[in-house]
């Protein structure tokens, strides 16, 4: 039995969030049924694996990435990530970056507006732990707008 990645969570029925998957376990995402990975982390990341999108792809797996820069995440990234879950929401998708932060926190506007869950009901475990602690950067991309992101 492969253990989850670090901070592991079911977002939805269809989406998954984590940390970085090491190898073996990228065989069980796939195992798992999982048909798309997203990393939203830079591909010089701790933990990284240069060869992921090979990886992924490999296990039939389709493979996106949308690098953030942790000290930088924009409303652009936020779009972007939103547009590319809109395509795909038929489809079981894992999403990850280093450790799950800066997926929860894209998670959680796509949960409340897209989906429209509550505060509640869209923050991860990690989240409800990060968000009091979040410095000026993170703290401001939390207040984007559904306008900012062309919703």
């Known amino acids: 039995m492969v253990n989850h990645p670090l901070n592991f969570h079911q977002s939805?029925?269809?989406?998954?969030?984590?940390?970085q998957p090491d190898r073996r376990q990228f065989h069980w995402i796939a195992d798992e049924g999982y048909d798309v990975v997203i990393n939203l982390?830079?591909?010089?990341s701790n933990n990284a694996i240069p060869e992921e999108g090979s990886l992924v792809a490999s296990?039939?797996?389709?493979?996106i990435n949308i690098p953030v820069p942790f000290d930088e995440p924009t409303a652009q990234h936020l779009e972007e990530f939103i547009g590319i879950l809109k395509v795909l929401a038929k489809r079981k998708i894992w999403i990850h970056c280093?450790?799950?932060?800066?997926?929860?926190?894209?998670?959680?506007?796509?949960?409340?507006?897209?989906?429209?869950?509550?505060?509640?009901?869209?923050?991860?475990?990690?989240?409800?732990?990060?968000?009091?602690?979040?410095?000026?950067?993170?703290?401001d991309f939390m207040e984007i707008t559904k306008n900012e992101v062309g919703l």
């Open 12 to 19: 939805t029925e269809r989406i998954a969030t984590s940390g």
């Open 41 to 44: 982390a830079m591909h010089d």
């Open 59 to 63: 296990l039939g797996m389709h493979y």
């Open 98 to 139: 280093e450790v799950n932060a800066r997926v929860s926190a894209f998670m959680f506007h796509y949960l409340t507006k897209v989906k429209g869950l509550t505060i509640d009901s869209a923050s991860s475990p990690l989240m409800v732990k990060w968000r009091p602690k979040m410095d000026d950067t993170w703290r």
